[in-house]
Nanobody, 125 residues
Framework: QVHLVESGGGSVQAGDSLILSCAAS????????MGWCRQPPGKEREFVAG????????RYSDSVKGRFTISRDNAKNTMYLHMNSLKPEDTAVYYC??????????????????WGQGTLVTVSS
């Protein structure tokens, strides 16, 4: 079982950038496909970005494509989300998520099994 801890959230202005990190422990990190999901205030959790176990395959939601970049460093057991050109609609609690790698990058929150506690990102206009 993998334990996930997010960091890097905060309050920023529209147009700013922010980097989220997800530190993993408890199980070989490279065994897992990883992803970021978010839950805006009053809305359901939604997929943001996903990455394969070795980092070679990336997937993004249409709402963040071209602005956000997901990456992972298996040597450091850490995943990242580089967020650029932030918009007020990006305001949400961002969650790090994992599932045992089965060859497919999960693109829905329901397919992820392990979750971090979340980190809040607030973007003001």
């Amino acid at each position: 079982q993998v334990h996930l801890v997010e960091s890097g959230g905060g309050s920023v202005q529209a147009g700013d950038s922010l980097i989220l990190s997800c530190a993993a422990s408890g199980s070989p990190f490279s065994n897992y496909g990883m992803g970021w999901c978010r839950q805006p205030p009053g809305k359901e959790r939604e997929f943001v970005a996903g990455v394969s176990s070795r980092g070679g395959t990336l997937r993004y939601s249409d709402s963040v494509k071209g602005r956000f970049t997901i990456s992972r460093d298996n040597a450091k057991n850490t995943m990242y989300l580089h967020m650029n050109s932030l918009k007020p609609e990006d305001t949400a609690v961002y969650y790090c998520a994992a599932r045992v790698w089965d060859g497919v990058v999960a693109e829905t929150p329901a397919r992820y099994v392990y979750w971090g506690q979340g980190t809040l990102v607030t973007v003001s206009s």
